[in-house]
């Protein structure tokens, strides 16, 4: 059991507070904020007036960052070192871990939270030590998976963050339970990333989402809370023995809350009300789990004396009236969205701290003074974090324990003087059942192990990633590849085929010779396909009608792929049967024999694709017609040399304005306009190679 750690920060005077020369009436003493009531300084002592002067509160951390001169003064790194480095701690022991932000709007959570560019938060600070740490990981027989969400809570809807969703209706995610794992986000979409300037992006994506409005109070306030979730496993395999835990790092930038004032639009008020709603939620959660924790502590404390004490009338009753006291009050969770994902975090699996930030200024005394009574009681609180590991592993060690005692067993056997036919039929038995457990560790590690090794070679040699949105998978890779469109109705899996490349150094050399020395270069990057009962090693086996032992060789020379049928092997390339060498691009159907087919992806190629229709969007001209080549459905018009190409389609609508312009048909400036926006199109085209064509039949 650990109790919810609590850290107060105090922010510097705002630019309102400076102007209105408001006095500060906060103080931090070592591990103690106090806090000054001055209506009570303005009035004479007496028995009238019980109310105190100063406050005082203890806390686990207290931070001054008022005045940067000041030699207390506490800077985002002095958080990070007390409060990130704690949660990295608990991550990479495996526990669950929560870090919140709460306070008044304006006091500095978001600041706190995700920081500014010159000097950032927690949250980055935290992921870069994530990393850091895989780092340190690279030269040992060990690994490790991170996978993110952002979600944002918006007047009680959910929307996520990190996806493209609906403008009409953004919030449309639900809230479960599994009676395991506890509250979830149906549909949230997690992003696996592979270094930290994947988090960094992913975050600013997230940020720039968030709903924020200008208040009263702040010029920028926060209107929504957020919730960035991390998911960090780790593989360990240590003297033979394998360890695999998992954490959950939840990163909570709570909305502040703020007096509602009449003069705000309706909207301003209706999400006031449901970001208070939720804040008063979260106050009576925090304040529910502390008495029950209380509780529960002096519930034990009493049950150790009883237990102590002689058996005595007295005692049996003190025992009856500690059982009836163990009624612990109903935790209101579902009351709100916030709660209910936080119920891990508060009173469950998980290493919680709460970062209260407050301001210094008397006119926020209120608020300072409910924000301190909310924390003070937070630390009352009692969870129940466990180190969160993989059930193979979890067996794989009982097993191990396990032969370890047989074998003491047997030593403690041998040793004893029984009678031989006894002992002899005892030690058999025993050494069987270390064998077979033997048996066992070795086969659940070796199915751990090539879990692990085998996924993150296949990650970093093809460049994959895969993403989760809603019950959807995203599998993305940066590589050119074959994708099979398997006909077979019992096929279930996707196949990916990536295409070999150029070593970085023949590729930076090819690059050169093409553009200064104008020479061609020699094939390399190439990947072979055929049946397995061919001479030569296939690196992509087929079987079916129509394959040859070897079919076709596909070469990718400095990111120009080709196609090269065997002499005799049937190939075809969008429809059209091809003998020669053929350019394939992005989105090509290749057929190869008679019942394999393949799309054929270019990454890169197909983010200059993307990049140049989201240009052209809008233009009814290179809306309909112009790219009408993309798809891959349509059967193109080829000879036996040549396929129509679109660069080949615009010359003749050059031509075509030409001649309208001679005889006269058209005004001059109109046939001027279309000859410039059909020209424009013709250096789109030419840009993207030779000839500007989709399909090159190469000679």
């Given at each position: ?10 922010r ?10 408001g006095?500060?009436i906060?103080e ?5 904020a ?18 105190e002067?100063?406050?005082a ?5 207290c931070?001054?960052?008022?005045d940067p ?6 800077s985002q ?8 480095t ?5 991550a990479f022991k495996g ?5 919140f ?5 304006g006091?500095?959570?978001t600041?706190?939270?995700m920081?500014?560019p ?13 990393f850091?740490?895989?780092d340190?990981?690279?030269e ?19 929307r996520?963050l ?23 986000v ?28 200008a208040?009263?109070?702040?010029d ?9 979730t ?5 593989a ?10 998992a954490?959950?790092?939840n990163?909570?930038d ?5 007096r509602?004032?009449p ?27 502390a008495?029950n924790?209380?509780?529960f502590?002096?519930?034990q404390?009493?049950?150790?004396i009883?237990?102590e004490?002689?058996?005595s ?11 009836g ?31 209260a ?11 300072t003074?409910?924000?301190l009574r909310?924390?003070?009681?937070a ?7 466990r ?11 009982e097993?191990r ?12 056997f041998?040793?004893?003087?029984s009678?031989?036919s006894w ?13 077979q ?8 590690t ?11 070679a296949?990650?970093?040699e093809?460049?994959?990633d ?6 959807g ?8 590849h ?10 279930t899996g ?5 295409l070999?490349m ?15 020395l ?13 049946r397995?009962d ?11 009608q129509?394959i ?37 691009s992005?989105g090509a159907?290749?057929v ?31 809306s309909?017609?112009?790219l ?8 193109f ?9 679109p660069?080949?389609?615009?010359r003749q609508?050059?031509t ?6 001679w ?7 109109v ?5 410039r ?11 993207m ?8 039949v190469?000679?």
């Amino acid at each position: 059991m650990a109790n919810v750690k609590v850290a107060v920060r105090v922010r510097p005077l705002s630019k309102r507070e400076n102007a209105e020369e408001g006095r500060i009436i906060v103080e931090v003493d070592n591990k103690m904020a106090k806090v000054r009531n001055i209506k009570v300084d303005n009035r004479l002592d007496g028995p009238w007036d019980s109310r105190e002067k100063i406050v005082a509160f203890s806390f686990d951390y207290c931070y001054w960052s008022v005045d940067p001169e000041d030699p207390k003064y506490a800077s985002q790194e002095v958080v990070f070192q007390d409060l990130g480095t704690s949660v990295l701690s608990g991550a990479f022991k495996g526990y669950n871990i929560c870090l919140f932000a709460y306070g008044q709007t304006g006091s500095g959570k978001t600041y706190t939270m995700m920081g500014t560019p010159a000097s950032i938060g927690l949250t980055p600070r935290i992921c870069e030590g994530l990393f850091s740490r895989e780092d340190d990981y690279s030269e040992q027989p060990a690994s490790c998976r991170v996978e993110v969400s952002f979600l944002e809570i918006y007047n009680e809807r959910v929307r996520d963050l990190l996806k493209q969703s609906d403008h009409k209706k953004p919030y449309t995610l639900r809230v479960r339970e599994h009676p395991e794992t506890g509250p979830y986000v149906q549909g949230l979409s997690q992003h696996l990333v592979t270094d930290y300037k994947q988090v960094v992006g992913l975050l600013e994506e997230g940020i720039a989402k968030r709903i924020t409005a200008a208040t009263h109070i702040h010029d920028a306030s926060s209107r929504s809370h957020a919730i960035f979730t991390i998911h960090y496993t780790q593989a360990i395999l240590e003297n033979n023995l394998p360890s695999e835990i998992a954490s959950k790092i939840n990163l909570v930038d709570l909305a502040g809350s703020e007096r509602a004032d009449p003069s705000y639009c309706k909207d301003r008020i209706t999400e006031g009300a449901n970001i208070n709603k939720s804040l008063v939620t979260l106050g009576i959660v925090i304040s529910t789990l502390a008495q029950n924790s209380q509780m529960f502590s002096s519930c034990q404390s009493i049950n150790s004396i009883t237990s102590e004490g002689d058996s005595s009338p007295v005692g049996s009753h003190t025992t009856g009236s500690v059982s009836g006291t163990r009624r612990q009050a109903y935790i209101p969770y579902r009351d709100s969205i916030l709660t209910w994902l936080l119920k891990d975090s508060l009173g469950g699996n998980s290493k919680t701290i709460m970062v209260a930030t407050i301001s210094p200024a008397s006119s926020s005394y209120n608020e300072t003074m409910s924000t301190l009574r909310y924390a003070s009681n937070a630390k009352n609180i009692i969870n129940k974090p466990r180190v969160n590991e993989d059930a193979n592993v979890k067996l794989i060690r009982e097993l191990r324990e396990e032969i370890d005692r047989l074998k003491t067993m047997l030593i403690s056997f041998e040793l004893r003087n029984s009678s031989p036919s006894w002992s002899d039929d005892r030690d058999g038995n025993l050494t069987e059942l270390v064998l077979q457990n033997e048996m066992k560790i070795d086969q659940l590690t070796k199915d751990w192990t090539s879990k692990w090794t085998d996924r993150k070679a296949i990650m970093e040699e093809y460049s994959v990633d895969i993403n989760k949105e809603k019950v959807g998978v995203t599998i993305d890779s940066n590589l050119p590849h074959l994708m099979a469109m398997d006909d077979d109705i019992l096929s279930t899996g996707v196949v990916l085929y990536h295409l070999r490349m150029l070593p970085f150094l023949f590729f930076v050399l090819c690059i050169f010779r093409l553009c200064f020395l104008h020479l061609n270069t020699k094939k390399e990057g190439t990947t072979k396909i055929g049946r397995i009962d061919s001479d030569q090693e296939q690196d992509i086996v087929l079987q079916g009608q129509w394959i040859e032992r070897e079919h076709c060789i596909i070469s990718n020379n400095c990111g120009i792929v080709t196609l090269q049928p065997v002499q005799g092997a049937h190939c075809t390339v969008n429809g059209q049967e091809v003998t020669t060498a053929c350019r394939l691009s992005q989105g090509a159907l290749v057929v190869l024999g008679k019942v394999h087919k393949f799309r054929f992806n270019h990454p890169a190629e197909a983010a200059i694709l993307r990049q140049r229709r989201s240009i052209s969007e809008g233009s009814p001209i290179l809306s309909h017609g112009a790219l009408d080549w993309l798809n891959l459905d349509r059967d193109f018009i080829s000879s036996s040399t040549y396929i129509f190409s679109p660069l080949e389609k615009e010359r003749q609508v050059i031509t075509a304005l030409g001649s309208t312009a001679w005889r006269g048909g058209e005004q001059p400036s109109v046939v001027k306009e279309q000859v410039r926006d059909h020209l424009e199109k013709l250096d789109v085209y030419k840009s993207m190679g030779p000839n500007g064509m989709h399909l090159r039949v190469l000679r």
